[in-house]
């Protein structure tokens, strides 16, 4: 017996900590007592148990994954035991497990949402899943669709997003669903939220099939407090020309009332028109021009999306460095050349006089 | 090279500690001066705007709700440790060329540019307040961020920077829900704990560096979460002792805004 506790001693050594042979003792300690605690856990002791935990369980290990899937659904322990325990579970999960946080953070969501209004204290561990969790679970599921349609329910639910509003995009088009799946899930999303503003890079992952959708969304309202502005300025960003009508409406109410309103909606209408034909996009990047709100790195964006070849996009970029003079005119070029250079339009050796930023990374 | 001017910085930081030491040694015993950190705030608005417009393309507060954040600094300055006091706290307005560009959501590039690079100051916390700035890449999140003195120029400008995050219709973001409420005030002092700090990279901080392993006390929580945590309208963020002795060395040794290790002897 004790040659088989040294063997598998050795095994857990070997492999960093827990194995499929289960649970070190540091672990089960550290599980029952957190488990035990309840509600009135320091966050320190918390944090205490959740670093044993990550330090020596393996990913999938069953009877770690239990407890602390039990530790999440459990309403009466302290939040901050929970969102540990939520975050571990994503971190540890196999396909199995990971299916399992899909349906209880689902759960939590559907309850919270039978209840009214969603108090603050409860909109903490959907923000969490998609802080911390959906990505881990997204790296070891197969079928992504479940995780795509919670996802998309959070988004649409109201939570509180300031924080996470570009992971959600991510995650979105990044989640190996069909397309048609992913398109439907940014369409819920835009719809939900009528004063929203939807990430360019989410944007390029549409194209026509989702208009008609969003168009009916334009032409739902017309006074400007009810108005679909997210649904208008995707469609803008998309090139669809029906929405002008809509948007010229809108700019002839905004009028002078609010020249603030009505510049965006300017905006707006010249993004639609430059994409008619596409060339006119190349034109305005090898151009010097300096319009206000209309800046080139957008137009990169779109030129990309819309299938004009790299090498032609490349060059117009070229050109304007060799054009722009002024400060005014090269206003751009730190952001025009990230793009191009996160695109792939761009080579490492394009633009090497202009010097990209190199402060540390930073903290929110 | 970045090495090589760290090395330097903490050459010239530790001299100058040891030759104050030694004139502290012949002049008559002192106690130690209370240490000070000087700001400047910049409140950026774009060409043509001014400060307090509820639909500008940059800062939406007024004068008054930027005085009311640094008014919460400077009353709870004391969380930073020992006698640290934010003195003096001067206040401006910049025009950021950047917001003519690219409308509200700025990304971080254009600011750097436009405000950053031309507008900060070597010997002050240079806090920026803004409308919708975006935080540098990969991350691009239009909310409140720090640049930690790890690195002085011209490899890094340290900062802390503040969006609004009123009323945005059509940009979305309502990060603080209203400036006015008093809880987003501690959202500076947070910022300003990551600058004193300086935890980039330091171990026995969880991944996002807010939580200290292991510590009851809690630099992160009291802003957003909820349940358990008194309510923090009535309470500054709390520092654990350990670190407070960390800020409060850097600011009485006058060291604060340099990248060097100089409290590892306290």
């Known amino acids: 017996m004790r040659h088989v506790v040294e063997i598998a001693t050795i095994v857990a050594a070997i492999y960093g900590g827990g194995t499929a042979l289960g649970a070190s003792s540091e672990v089960q ?31 999938g290990d069953q009877e770690v994954l239990g407890r602390l899937l039990g530790i999440l659904e459990n309403s009466t322990q302290a939040f901050v035991s929970r969102r540990e325990a939520l975050r571990l579970s994503c ?49 070891v599921m197969n079928d992504h669709t479940e995780l795509l349609a919670l996802i998309k329910d959070i988004y649409v639910a109201g939570y509180d997003v300031w924080d996470v509003w570009h992971d959600f995009f991510h995650l ?33 992952t549409l194209d026509e099939s989702v208009f008609p959708a969003l168009r009916e969304r334009v032409k ?51 993004k639609v028109q430059i994409q008619h034909p596409s060339s006119k996009l190349l034109d305005f990047i090898a151009s010097t021009e300096v319009l206000e709100a209309r800046p080139r790195s957008w137009a990169v964006q779109r030129a990309a999306a819309l299938g004009i070849p790299y090498q032609r996009i490349r060059e117009t970029i070229l050109e304007h460095d060799r054009q722009a003079r002024t400060k005014v005119e090269r206003g751009g070029m730190v952001e025009l050349k990230r793009v191009g250079l996160e695109l792939g339009i761009l080579q490492g050796v394009d633009l090497s006089h202009v010097p990209l930023d190199q402060s540390p990374e930073t903290r929110p | ?33 209370t ?15 001014s400060v307090g417009t509820r639909d500008n393309d940059g800062c939406r507060m007024t004068m008054a709700e930027v005085s009311a954040f640094l008014n919460a600094l400077r009353s709870h300055a004391r969380m930073f440790g020992g006698n640290v006091c934010f003195d003096p706290i001067e206040v401006a307005t910049v025009q950021d060329f950047g917001l003519f560009l690219h409308g509200r959501l700025e990304p971080f590039s254009a600011f750097r540019d436009n405000v950053l690079l031309p507008y900060w100051m070597a010997d002050r916390l240079n806090i920026y307040f803004t409308g919708a700035v975006q935080s540098p890449p990969p991350i691009g999140l239009p909310q409140a961020f720090t640049e930690d003195p790890s690195q002085s120029p011209p490899f890094g400008h340290p900062y802390i920077l503040l969006n609004d995050g009123g009323d945005t219709l059509g940009t979305g973001f309502h990060q603080y829900r209203t400036p006015s409420e008093l809880k987003s005030y501690h959202v500076l002092e947070h910022e300003v704990a990551h600058y004193l700090l300086r935890r980039s990279g330091a171990p026995g901080y969880d991944v996002e560096e807010h939580v200290p392993i292991g510590s009851a006390n809690i630099l992160w929580e009291r802003i957003r979460l909820p349940p358990e945590v008194p309510t923090p309208d009535i309470l500054p963020l709390l520092l654990p002792s350990a670190e407070q002795g960390e800020t409060w060395c850097r600011v009485w040794n006058g060291v604060w805004n340099l990248p060097s290790p100089e409290c590892n002897n306290f």
Do not use: Y
Not at chain 1, 102 to 116: D, N, P
Not at chain 1, 180 to 190: F, G, S
């Open chain 1, 29 to 59: 300690a550290a599980l029952d007592r957190w488990e035990g605690t309840g509600e009135h856990q320091s966050i320190g002791e918390v944090l205490s148990f959740a670093a044993t935990v990550r330090a020596h369980s393996a990913r």
């Open chain 1, 220 to 270: 739902a309202e017309r006074s400007p407090e009810k108005f679909h502005w997210t649904a208008a300025q995707v469609l803008a960003d998309l090139g669809d020309a029906e929405v002008i009508t809509a948007l010229q409406e809108q700019k002839r109410s905004s009028g002078s009332a609010n020249p603030k309103r009505a510049r965006n909606l300017e905006v707006m209408i010249w």
């Open chain 2, 35 to 49: 240490g000070t950190v000087s700001v400047r705030a910049w409140i950026v608005v774009a060409p043509g705007e």
């Open chain 2, 1 to 33: 090279m970045t090495r090589k001017l760290k090395a330097i910085i903490c050459l010239s930081c530790s001299a100058a500690l040891v030759v104050g030491a030694a004139c502290s040694l012949l002049r008559k015993p002192t106690l130690p001066q």
């Open chain 1, 172 to 204: 979105i088009t990044e989640c190996k669903a069909p397309l048609a799946a992913r398109q439907k899930a940014l369409v819920d999303m835009i719809v939900a939220r009528p004063a929203d503003q939807i990430p360019l890079f989410a944007v390029n």
């Open chain 1, 91 to 139: 971190e540890l999960a196999d396909e199995a497990a990971a299916r399992k946080v899909v349906k209880i953070v689902r759960s939590g969501l559907e309850t919270q949402h039978a209840e009214g209004p969603v108090p603050d204290s409860a909109r903490a561990l959907p923000g969490e899943f998609i802080r911390h969790g959906a990505r881990h679970l997204m790296a």
